[in-house]
């Protein structure tokens, strides 16, 4: 099965972070935290729904 191209191209971009990081975890995490702080004004964050409230049983 042929790889979707969007895929393949965050993979590739993926693994060029990756290198870039010396394939360590912790600065991987670290990049990506970074990034997280300069772009944090584009993240989505929906409010938290409400509990679900259920009718009483008699």
């Known amino acids: 099965m042929e790889q979707e191209p969007i895929l393949k191209e965050i993979r590739r971009?993926?693994?060029?972070?990756?290198a870039e990081?010396?394939?360590d975890p912790q600065k991987y995490y670290e990049h990506i935290q970074q990034i997280q702080k300069q772009y944090?004004?584009?993240l989505v964050r929906?409010?938290?729904?409400?509990?679900?409230?259920?009718?009483?049983?008699?």
Do not use: D, T
């Not at 971009?13 to 990756?18: A, D, K, L, N, V």
């Not at 409400?50 to 008699?58: C, F, G, R, T």
């Open 13 to 18: 971009i993926r693994h060029e972070i990756e």
């Open 21 to 23: 990081c010396q394939n």
């Open 40 to 42: 944090g004004n584009r």
């Open 46 to 58: 929906f409010k938290p729904k409400p509990a679900l409230k259920l009718a009483k049983v008699e």
